[in-house]
C-alpha cells in the first residue's frame, strides 16, 4: 500500500483521481479544475493533507483531514473520503489501517477527538468506519421548503437589515462570522482572505452575502445562493448575545421572501440534526426532511 499526498501526484495521477472520484460518487460537484482548486487550497494545506492510496499501482481510497479547527475546538475533519464499494471487502484491512493512520495523524496535530463525513453516496462506508473505532453522531439533512409563498409578517416589524459584503466590511464580516457559529457542529472558522475569496465568487451577486444588521448594529451574517431555479440558505447565524429574542425567526423569514423575489422554484438548506432549536425552527416554518447529504462520525 502506497500513500501519496495530493501536492506529490503528478498531473495524469491528478486525472486519475479525478475521474476514481468521480465513478465511485455521481453527484461529486466539482469539475477537474474546481477539484484541483479545492485540495491545493488552505483547507488541506495546499494539498499536503489530501491523501491518495494505491495498491499495485491502482487507488483504492482518498481522504483529506483538516486540521485549522483544532486550536478553536481540538477537532480534526477528516472528509472526501472515498472508496469502490466493491473494493471494500478484498481492502478492508487496508481502510482500517488507513483510518488508524489518519487518527493518529490528527492526534499529531494537537486533536483529541476526529470527526469523519462520509456524503450519502458513501453510506456503505459506515460499518468499516464504526468497525474502526468510531460512532455515528448527526447527520447533515437537505430541508425543502413547503410553506407559504407569501409569508406572514413577523412581529418585529422587519428591523433586521441585510448589508451585502464589500471590501469595507470584510473584516467585520470575518468576525461576526467566527463568533456567531462559535462552537456549532462542522462550523469552519474564517479568515480575511476566505471572505474577501466569498466577494469574488459572489461577483455580481453581493446581494446573497453580507452582515445582518439590527438597529443599525451589526449582529449575524448571512449566505444565500441561487443554483439554476433553486435558492439555497447556506449559512445564516445570529451572535449569542442577540439570541433568544426570536430573532431567528424574522430572519429566516427574511431569507425566504428575498429567496423568493429572486423567482426560484423552490428553497432548501442544509441542517446538522443535532442542532435541535434550528431543525425545529425549520421545520415549524414549512421545511420539511428531503435526504441525507452526509453522515458524521466521531473516534
Known amino acids: 500500500m502506497n500513500l501519496i499526498t495530493f501536492k506529490n501526484l503528478t498531473l495524469q495521477e491528478k486525472k486519475n483521481l479525478y475521474n476514481f472520484i468521480y465513478r465511485v460518487d455521481r453527484n461529486f460537484d466539482k469539475n477537474y479544475e474546481e477539484m484541483?482548486?479545492?485540495?491545493?487550497?488552505?483547507?488541506?494545506?495546499y494539498g499536503n493533507q489530501l491523501f491518495v492510496s494505491h495498491i499495485n499501482g491502482n487507488i483504492i481510497c482518498c481522504f483529506g483531514i483538516i486540521t485549522k479547527e483544532i486550536e478553536v475546538c481540538k477537532m480534526a475533519y477528516i472528509t472526501e473520503f472515498y472508496v469502490k464499494n466493491?473494493?471494500?471487502t478484498l481492502y478492508?484491512?487496508?481502510?482500517?489501517?488507513?483510518?488508524?493512520d489518519a487518527v493518529e495523524f490528527s492526534i499529531s496535530k494537537g486533536a483529541n477527538k476526529t470527526s469523519l463525513g462520509i456524503r450519502n453516496e458513501m453510506l456503505y462506508l459506515s460499518e468499516i468506519i464504526i468497525d474502526s473505532g468510531f460512532k455515528e453522531v448527526y447527520d447533515a439533512l437537505i430541508m425543502n421548503y413547503e410553506g407559504q409563498r407569501i409569508l406572514r409578517q413577523s412581529n418585529l416589524?422587519?428591523?433586521?437589515?441585510?448589508?451585502?459584503?464589500?471590501?469595507?466590511?470584510?473584516?467585520?464580516?470575518?468576525k461576526l462570522h467566527n463568533k456567531a457559529?462559535?462552537?456549532e457542529c462542522n462550523a469552519a472558522t474564517i479568515t480575511d482572505e476566505d471572505s474577501m475569496v466569498y466577494l469574488q465568487n459572489y461577483k455580481g451577486n453581493e446581494e446573497l452575502i453580507g452582515i445582518i444588521e439590527e438597529k443599525n448594529i451589526e449582529i449575524g451574517v448571512y449566505m444565500l445562493s441561487k443554483v439554476d431555479d433553486i435558492g439555497w440558505i447556506d449559512n445564516i447565524a445570529i451572535i449569542n448575545e442577540y439570541r433568544g429574542r426570536g430573532l431567528g425567526k424574522e430572519l429566516l423569514n427574511k431569507c425566504i421572501e428575498f429567496l423568493q423575489i429572486k423567482k426560484v422554484n423552490e428553497i432548501k438548506l442544509l441542517v446538522i440534526t443535532s442542532n435541535y432549536k434550528a431543525y425545529g425552527l425549520y421545520k415549524s416554518f414549512g421545511f420539511?426532511?428531503?435526504?441525507?447529504f452526509s453522515k458524521w462520525f466521531e473516534n
Open 36 to 45: 484541483i482548486q479545492f485540495f491545493e487550497s488552505e483547507v488541506f494545506e
Open 86 to 88: 466493491y473494493d471494500l
Open 92 to 100: 478492508k484491512n487496508n481502510i482500517k489501517n488507513i483510518l488508524k
Open 157 to 174: 416589524n422587519g428591523k433586521l437589515k441585510f448589508k451585502p459584503l464589500n471590501l469595507g466590511n470584510i473584516s467585520n464580516f470575518t
Open 181 to 183: 457559529f462559535n462552537g
Open 288 to 292: 420539511k426532511d428531503e435526504k441525507i
